[in-house]
């Protein structure tokens, strides 16, 4: 079983950057897909991005592509997700998730990740 904690959130500008970090504990992140999502209240948990746990391919939101980088440091058994050019509508709570997913099996929906964490809050100002 693995534990996740988040941290990184916090108020940018529009058009500014953060660096969201997700620290493991319990089992290395290089053994489960690991991905993040975010929520608004009174919307579904949404896809931004993920990696895979063999060969670290990585797949992103439609509304992120291009802005947002997943990483991952086995060293430091961390995942990170750099975020550009921050738009108001990516204000959320971020929340990191680990799960074992076949390569058949799509790394986009919330039921594929069994292990959570508690989520950072994201607010980007106009």
């Known amino acids: 079983q693995v534990q996740l904690g988040e941290s990184g959130g916090g108020l940018v500008q529009a058009g500014g950057s953060l660096r969201l970090s997700c620290a493991a504990s319990g089992r290395t992140v290089s053994n489960y897909e690991m991905a993040w999502f975010r929520q608004v209240p009174g919307k579904e948990r949404e896809f931004v991005a993920a990696?895979?746990?063999?060969?670290?391919?990585?797949y992103y939101g439609d509304s992120v592509k291009g802005r947002f980088t997943i990483s991952r440091d086995s060293a430091k058994n961390t995942v990170y997700l750099q975020m550009n050019s921050l738009k108001p509508e990516d204000t959320a709570v971020y929340l990191c998730?680990?799960?074992?997913?076949?390569?058949?099996?799509?790394?986009?929906?919330?039921?594929?990740?069994?292990?959570w964490g508690q989520g950072t809050q994201v607010s980007v100002s106009s």
């Open positions: 998730a680990a799960g074992f997913i076949p390569r058949s099996a799509s790394v986009r929906p919330t039921k594929q990740y069994n292990y």
């Open positions: 990696i895979r746990r063999s060969g670290g391919s990585t």
